[in-house]
């Protein structure tokens, strides 16, 4: 059985910073794409980020330049660096991982952006 744990959200202002984490644990051969995606109330999941198991990356229009994301392939770990958060990046982000040929999600970790 495979988990996806995520960690790092909370609240912050407006032009602030948040670093989101997800770690992989169980039986584990492989990773291939790890994602970032969001769901903001009222609207569908999207996605932020995504990251090849060779560190090719892609992101959302609406997030280029701010945010950053990563991956540890030795500890099954992706990471969101963000930067100037704005209001509209409210949402619940949820990691997904390509674990083994099968799609794992994480439980989702709430980010508000507010004053």
């Known amino acids: 059985q495979v988990q996806l744990v995520e960690s790092g959200g909370g609240l912050v202002q407006p032009g602030g910073s948040l670093r989101l984490s997800c770690a992989a644990s169980?039986?584990?051969?492989?990773?291939?794409?790890m994602d970032w995606h969001r769901q903001a109330p009222g609207k569908q999941r999207e996605l932020v980020a995504s990251i090849s198991r060779f560190d090719s990356t892609n992101y959302a229009d609406s997030v280029k330049g701010r945010f950053t994301i990563s991956r540890d392939n030795a500890k099954n770990t992706v990471t969101l660096q963000m930067n100037s958060l704005k209001p509209e990046d409210t949402a619940v982000y949820y990691c997904?991982?390509?674990?083994?040929?099968?799609?794992?999600w994480g439980q989702g970790t709430q980010v508000t952006v507010s004053s």
């Open positions: 997904r991982a390509a674990v083994d040929g099968k799609n794992y």
């Open positions: 169980g039986v584990i051969f492989s990773i291939n794409t």
